[in-house]
């Protein structure tokens, strides 16, 4: 199994896989190959991957839910398990959101924010482990959460003004409105750009460090390494999360 290959490599050998694959590449293929970090193909083993951490997040809410819901769900669980795991990321999101945007905004918008921290570490993390995808690494992947946080940052913000919200994009004083517009716009734009870029570089170095050293010698070597993407995966996913928070609350905030 090369750098690039995962273990749903298997499933293209299934005859239904194939003909799914060849019959979404005549809709959705493309002649021109963009290189950004790496020559672009299409593909759909990252959506595979996608649909693995989509599983691996209903489960554990669902189990979360459950055990919330016994009789002595309330108290703290006694070991470190799925449970523990959950409430660590909800409640360390849930903490930073309201230093960010108050616990009011925190509670409203905790089910965007923890999905995508959910979402986006358990993807990264998978690039720890040889032979499992990372959907975080890939463009496609990233630009559609970051479309996602784009897209609600404006609708919060309309939801929450009116049509006034985009006032702001004119700056405070109208004769420099021609030229606060575009730079607004373009500022606005870059966002997820930034966001999108930001985390698949950051996943494709972590990935290809780690195979370098597995391919060296995959025995002891690797293990400073995997600490070290360790802390690759949950910095990535606390800066998207945390600038997700920072656009909603700019988005919604009352000046005053």
Same mark, same amino acid.
């Given at each position: ?40 193909? #299409? ?31 309330? !108290? ?5 398990? !799925? ?32 999905? @995508?921290? !959910? ?49 702001? #994009?004119?700056?405070?004083?109208? !004769? ?18 930034? @966001? ?20 060296? #010698? ?8 995997? #600490? ?29």
């Amino acid at each position: 199994m090369g750098e690039h290959g995962t273990w749903t490599d298997l499933l293209y050998e299934l005859p239904g896989v194939r003909n799914l694959h060849d019959y979404a590449a005549g809709y959705l293929g493309r002649e021109q190959h963009a290189v950004v970090f790496a020559e672009s193909h #299409f593909s759909l083993t990252h959506v595979f991957w996608s649909l693995v951490v989509l599983l691996i997040v209903i489960i554990g809410c669902v189990a979360f839910r459950a055990s919330v819901g016994k009789k002595d769900g309330i !108290l703290p669980p006694r070991t470190f398990g !799925l449970r523990a795991f959950f409430e660590l990321v909800t409640d360390a999101t849930f903490g930073t959101m309201v230093s960010i945007m108050g616990e009011k905004n925190a509670r409203r918008y905790l089910p965007l924010v923890g999905g @995508l921290a !959910l979402f986006i570490l358990f993807s990264n993390v998978m690039a720890l482990v040889p032979g499992f995808g990372v959907p975080t690494s890939t463009l496609k992947t990233n630009l559609a959460l970051a479309g996602l946080v784009f897209v609600l940052t404006h609708v919060y913000g309309v939801r929450e003004h009116g049509l006034s919200y985009f006032k702001h #994009f004119l700056g405070p004083v109208p !004769l420099l409105a021609p030229v606060m517009l575009p730079i607004e716009i373009v500022s606005h734009v870059a966002r997820p750009v930034s @966001l999108s870029l930001r985390l698949m570089g950051n996943m494709v170095a972590d990935h290809k460090v780690v195979f370098t050293f597995f391919a060296l #010698f995959p025995i002891l070597l690797p293990v400073p390494f995997l #600490f070290l993407g360790l802390i690759v995966c949950l910095v990535q996913t606390f800066v998207f999360c945390m600038l997700t928070m920072i656009y909603i609350a700019l988005a919604t905030a009352h000046d005053h």
